[in-house]
């Protein structure tokens, strides 16, 4: 890693410190409830960040990978087994650790499983699903890869809508907490809004230096050498099939990972995040903050998320997305953040006429 992305780690570690901080001294500790959730829609975000800018993939199902995780991760730890206790299988897992006992808010007996193995369930199924997925799916390029990756999320969004035992309309509540530590707890208790505030965005900067690092490697420049031109990158000798798989599967991951932490936050998931105006959500801000930059991808979506989630954007909330895509697509393609105000007014608007060349005459 360079000392720019060394400083640039260094001051947005400072600024999460900050932002609690001030939250704090000035009694406003009920946005760290917002700042919580949009970390880890941003763990998603950089995942994406990276297939789209990295890999030039683009993927309009991120949001049912996001469902895939939360879901399983929710059902598998809020669902009671106790009539099923006497049951081989159900034994085995409770003598082995992966079950615990817990009661519910009518002080009743369950028996369901510990968040550590729903997680690694939940990864490895993710894992498992993006991998078959993509071998198929990213054979196609440009607008058949995005109504392919369309199709899945549709698919994810009618199956979790469907299923009885992810709740159908309603989704999954009285989701336990997701015991980390002894004494740390990713959970909605406002007790402990801090701790979850800095378990989350500590998640965050993991993930981005693990991108850091994985973007300034070998795998990096093969990534961006794909993006660049696919068939110059296979004649230098690069298996793009093979590192267009992996990046997709990583950012599956990401997502998935992100779906498991907010549930178990919110205490419940329901059909909305899997949704198809999730996933177009998640690709504009990628577009809008500069598809190869994680750090634009990132600000823009803690500031887009935090308008939505306070409820800034009301019942427009996913026009002003889309329109904002538009605009940013049409004068801004690179992202808002590397966009040349000045020049693009002087594009617009010229303030002077240019001058026309006189050629010079033949002696």
């Known amino acids: 890693m360079n000392k720019k992305n060394i400083i640039h780690l260094a001051c947005f570690t400072g600024i999460v410190i900050l932002v609690q901080l001030l939250t704090q001294w000035t009694d406003t500790a009920y946005y760290l409830t917002q700042l919580t959730m949009i970390a880890y829609y941003s763990l998603l975000i950089i995942g994406l960040c990276t297939l789209m800018g990295y890999a030039g993939q683009i993927s309009l199902g991120h949001a049912g990978f996001f469902g895939i995780g939360g879901y399983i991760s929710a059902a598998l730890t809020s669902h009671n087994l106790i009539p099923y206790q006497e049951n081989t299988l159900v034994k085995m897992l409770n003598n082995n650790g992966f079950l615990v006992g817990r009661e519910d808010l009518y002080g009743e007996a369950l028996l369901s499983f510990h968040p550590w193995p729903a997680c690694i369930i939940a990864i490895s199924f993710t894992f498992i699903t993006a991998f078959i997925i993509g071998i198929p799916v990213l054979k196609l390029k440009g607008h058949y890869l995005a109504m392919a990756t369309l199709g899945f999320g549709i698919i994810i969004y009618r199956v979790v809508l ?200 033949n002696q």
Request: glycine letters at 12%.
């Open 162 to 361: 469907a299923t009885e035992v992810f709740g159908e309309a309603d989704g999954l509540s009285e989701v336990p907490g997701f015991q980390l530590l002894p004494g740390l707890v990713v959970s909605g208790d406002f007790g402990a809004r801090v701790e979850n505030y800095y378990i989350a965005w500590s998640l965050v900067l993991i993930g981005i230096v693990l991108l850091l690092n994985l973007t300034n490697s070998r795998v990096g420049r093969a990534l961006r050498s794909i993006h660049g031109s696919e068939e110059a990158a296979e004649a230098m000798g690069v298996n793009t099939a093979r590192y267009k798989l992996y990046i997709f599967v990583l950012s599956a991951v990401f997502a998935a990972l992100a779906g498991i932490f907010l549930t178990h936050y919110n205490g419940g998931i329901g059909p909305s995040e899997t949704g198809i105006l999730k996933s177009v959500r998640y690709v504009a801000i990628v577009a809008i903050g500069g598809m190869a930059n994680i750090w634009g991808p990132l600000i823009m979506g803690v500031i887009l998320n935090f308008m939505s989630l306070r409820g800034m954007l009301g019942t427009y909330d996913d026009a002003v997305f889309g329109v904002i895509l538009i605009l940013v697509m049409l004068f801004a393609p690179h992202g808002i953040l590397r966009l040349n105000i000045w020049e693009k007014c002087r594009t617009i608007f010229p303030l002077t006429a240019s001058k026309p060349t006189r050629l010079k005459e």
